[in-house]
């Protein structure tokens, strides 16, 4: 088999194959170049892959803690109600000790009228 020939630069005389062939180099250059933006690309996705797994374990992190802060805050809040359901114990059994006192005061005050009149 026989390969045309061709003027393809100006005088030289070149198969066409040889005028291709220089195309083709090219094509492949580009072609390699582009293979290796695809995966200079594929490395940066796979860095951020990693980075934003990291956010989501460091999100979760904060979410447990947060979830923590939660239940000791409950935890204070029924410490704080059963503060304050003490307090309004002690409040009840102080008017009960003042009621008796008072009652106490007015007795007493009615027999030392009594016993003023009586000595008098």
């Known amino acids: 088999m026989r390969l045309t020939t061709a003027y393809c630069t100006g005088g030289e005389k070149t198969t066409f194959f040889d005028w291709y062939r220089g195309v083709y180099e090219r094509i492949a250059a580009a072609i390699e170049r582009l293979k290796q933006g695809i995966e200079r ?3 940066a996705i796979e860095r951020l892959t990693r980075g934003f797994e990291r956010m989501a374990a460091a999100i979760e992190r904060l979410t447990r803690g947060i979830e923590r802060i939660a239940a000791a805050i409950e935890r204070l809040t029924r410490g704080f109600e059963r503060i304050a359901a003490a307090i309004e ?5 102080f008017e009960r000790i003042a009621a008796m006192i008072e009652r106490s005061t007015s007795f007493i005050e009615r027999n030392s009228t009594m016993i003023e009149h009586l000595t008098n």
């Open 89 to 93: 114990r002690l409040t009840r059994g």
């Open 41 to 43: 690309i594929a490395a």
